[in-house]
Each structure stands twice: as structure tokens, then as C-alpha cells.
């Protein structure tokens, strides 16, 4: 009997100076689950059809689709905007400098589409750029460990969310939050074993030859070791 395809729409936010890994870590391993990618490597169908059909969007935060520049590489190319990005099931936010207030059009975005998404993943300094919007108030939230410390001891660390500190990532409801940079690898990882066929899941991890690292223990805990972040 034929199944339901799953079909998966995700934006991927693209701040100007966001961490390349932030974005290219996550989206090149979830894409690796793809039906569009597993097709060229001759999966048998009965594992093919476990796998999600992706659409991906690239979300340009200015009116127009100029490119973006990252921490590193190529530019970015958008192939939206705020305005005209389609629905979306799932939205990543990568690392930006979470000193930068957002504009208001991004806040409006942000609050507008957590409402429709299933889950919000951030990563990085992602979570503190989304904290100015106060969806992540009170909920438990992983970041960039070093930035968190560097905000305590300034006093300017937003106290109305429970900042995590010994963690490489967490979960609390539809949010999604990762620690620094190479933790989005992680948060991905447990993103896709939570949504996919382990099957799927355990291919795919041979295929990449990529052994994702569990929640806990965390390396970098001692970072944060004995900081007060709430």
C-alpha cells in the first residue's frame, strides 16, 4: 500500500555575518535525509519512501535578494524574503551578533512564523538573536557558551530564559536550541532520529560517516562552570 510522503518546507534565516557552519552544518546533514539525495545512491525503495521530501529557503532579511555575506566563504543567495517567503514547517537560525537589535520587520517574521512552524531550531548565538523577540522566555535554551559567560559578566544576558549551560543541545517544546557552532551538527542529529525511521537514520550516518555526539556529558560544561545565567 502506498504511503503519505513526508514533505518538509524550511527556512533558513540569512543574517549578514552568520556562522557558515551555523547554516551549511545543519542543512547539508538534514539534506543528506532527503528522498532528492538518497535517489542518486540507489537506496531500495522501501527505504527511500522513509525519506522527507525538502524544500529548502533561503530568507534574505532586507527587500531584496542581494547576497549574503557569512563568517566565511561564498556569499549566500537568498531565494526569498521576509514578505514573500512561502509557508514553512520548520525555520533554522543561525549565529549572528546577538548585540545587533533586530529590525522590526525580522521580529515581526519571527513571531509570525513560530506560530505556524512545528519546531524553531537555533544554533549558536541563534538563540540570543531570537531571545529579543521573547518567544524563548521562559523555556530552557541552549548558546554559544563562550558568548553566554562574556554577557554574564557584562550583566546584559536576557534573564528571562533558562540559558543552559551543560548542555551541546536542547529541546523544550517546538524549540530547538544548539551550543556553539559545531554543536548544530549534534542538533541536527537528534532533530532527525526524532522525526525519521532509525533505519533511515542509521543509514544515512554511515553514508556521511558522521557519529553524532549525545546531549551529555558536554566538553565545554567547564566553560560555564559555576556562572550564575539566570
Given at each position: 500500500m502506498a504511503t503519505t510522503p513526508l514533505i518538509w518546507s524550511i527556512?533558513?534565516?540569512?543574517?549578514?555575518?552568520?556562522?557558515?557552519?551555523?547554516?551549511?552544518?545543519?542543512?547539508?546533514?538534514?539534506?543528506?535525509?532527503?528522498?532528492?539525495?538518497?535517489e542518486a545512491l540507489h537506496l531500495p525503495p522501501?527505504?527511500?519512501?522513509?525519506?522527507?521530501i525538502i524544500t529548502w529557503h533561503y530568507i534574505s532579511l532586507s527587500d531584496n535578494l542581494d547576497p549574503v555575506a557569512t563568517s566565511a566563504?561564498?556569499?549566500?543567495?537568498?531565494?526569498?524574503?521576509?514578505a514573500d517567503c512561502p509557508p514553512?514547517?520548520?525555520?533554522?537560525v543561525p549565529g549572528a551578533d546577538p548585540r545587533?537589535?533586530?529590525?522590526e520587520a525580522t521580529c515581526t517574521f519571527l513571531k509570525?512564523?513560530?506560530?505556524?512552524?512545528?519546531?524553531?531550531?537555533?544554533?549558536?548565538?541563534?538563540?540570543?538573536?531570537?531571545?529579543?523577540t521573547g518567544l524563548l522566555d521562559g523555556l530552557n535554551v541552549?548558546?554559544?557558551?563562550?558568548?553566554?559567560?562574556?554577557?554574564?559578566?557584562?550583566?546584559?544576558?536576557n534573564?528571562?530564559?533558562?540559558?543552559?549551560?551543560?548542555?551541546?543541545?536542547?529541546?523544550?517544546?517546538?524549540?530547538?536550541?544548539?551550543?556553539?557552532?559545531?554543536?548544530?551538527?549534534?542538533?541536527?542529529?537528534?532533530?532527525?532520529?526524532?522525526?525519521?525511521?532509525?533505519?533511515?537514520?542509521?543509514t544515512v550516518e554511515g553514508i556521511v560517516e558522521y557519529k553524532p555526539n549525545p546531549a551529555q556529558p558536554d566538553p565545554f560544561a567547564h566553560i560555564l562552570e559555576g556562572v550564575q545565567l539566570g
Open positions: 527556512g533558513v534565516l540569512l543574517f549578514p555575518q552568520h556562522q557558515l557552519l551555523d547554516a551549511a552544518g545543519p542543512v547539508d546533514h538534514i539534506n543528506c535525509h532527503s528522498r532528492t539525495y538518497l522501501s527505504l527511500l519512501n522513509k525519506a522527507p566563504g561564498p556569499l549566500q543567495i537568498p531565494s526569498t524574503t521576509l514553512l514547517d520548520y525555520l533554522l545587533i537589535p533586530l529590525s509570525a512564523r513560530f506560530i505556524e512552524v512545528k519546531g524553531l531550531l537555533t544554533v549558536c548565538t541563534g538563540s540570543l538573536v531570537v531571545a529579543q541552549a548558546s554559544n557558551k563562550v558568548v553566554l559567560l562574556m554577557l554574564a559578566s557584562q550583566k546584559s544576558l534573564k528571562n530564559v533558562k540559558w543552559v549551560g551543560d548542555r551541546r543541545f536542547v529541546r523544550d517544546g517546538k524549540v530547538w536550541s544548539a551550543g556553539g557552532v559545531t554543536a548544530g551538527l549534534d542538533l541536527a542529529a537528534e532533530f532527525l532520529r526524532q522525526h525519521l525511521d532509525p533505519e533511515l537514520v542509521a
